[in-house]
T-cell receptor, first 110, second 114 residues
Framework: GESVGLHLPTLSVQEGDNSIINCAYSNSASDYFIWYKQESGKGPQFIIDIRSNMDKRQGQRVTVLLNKTVKHLSLQIAATQPGDSAVYFCAENYGQNFVFGPGTRLSVLP | KAGVTQTPRYLIKTRGQQVTLSCSPISGHRSVSWYQQTPGQGLQFLFEYFSETQRNKGNFPGRFSGRQFSNSRSEMNVSTLELGDSALYLC?????????????FGNGTRLTVT
């Protein structure tokens, strides 16, 4: 049936702490995953991607972990900064298009 | 390199009207996808174009259509607008549109239907 409406989960972290944002994906055949960051008034911005033949990938201050057994993806942000405040989406490549998760709002506390 | 450019940024239309949104992809990108973003439904896939051909289509009514030009620029059109069409419409480009290249998004067109 139709979703009534998305309740966006919120994660609040202290500036300087590490953040972990989680995502459950839907299709075990998905083979490519991306994390996006969306700030107010802007489109989603690419952060990091990972393919299904990997279980971990690191970027600058960010790490993505992939657990295919339980269809789980996580984004770790080290030393979270005020500029990291945004909504974060995971996306899986399913068929020939990307399917996006509902998003998590990250709020960085001073 | 310039990013994905969408015009206009904001639009206000009334029910029953039609609207055309424009997207210029990153130079060299041949695939353009369109998404609708609303607070209630999140990011929903509309369609994807590659080399002027619609390759993939989401679950939206026929009032939503699009096209791609030979320079990879794309337009989407919504006819007979309904209040529920109010949303942020996002265009994204990628090199191939396959599962080996990420989507790069524009900042969207905010459509309000009154």
């Amino acid at each position: 049936g139709e979703s009534v409406g998305l309740h966006l989960p919120t994660l609040s972290v202290q500036e300087g702490d590490n953040s972990i944002i989680n995502c459950a994906y839907s299709n075990s055949a998905s083979d490519y995953f991306i994390w996006y960051k969306q700030e107010s008034g802007k489109g989603p911005q690419f952060i990091i991607d990972i393919r299904s033949n990997m279980d971990k990938r690191q970027g600058q201050r960010v790490t993505v972990l992939l657990n295919k057994t339980v269809k789980h993806l996580s984004l770790q942000i080290a030393a979270t900064q005020p500029g990291d405040s945004a909504v974060y989406f995971c996306a899986e490549n399913y068929g020939q298009n990307f399917v996006f998760g509902p998003g998590t709002r990250l709020s960085v506390l001073p | 390199k310039a990013g994905v450019t969408q015009t206009p940024r904001y639009l206000i239309k009334t029910r029953g009207q039609q609207v055309t949104l424009s997207c210029s992809p990153i130079s060299g990108h041949r695939s353009v996808s369109w998404y609708q973003q609303t607070p209630g439904q999140g990011l929903q896939f509309l369609f994807e174009y590659f080399s002027e051909t619609q390759r993939n289509k989401g679950n939206f009514p026929g009032r939503f259509s699009g096209r791609q030009f030979s320079n990879s620029r794309s337009e989407m059109n919504v006819s007979t607008l309904e209040l529920g069409d109010s949303a942020l419409y996002l265009c994204a480009s990628s090199l191939t549109g396959n599962d080996d290249s990420p989507l790069h998004f524009g900042n969207g067109t905010r459509l309000t239907v009154t």
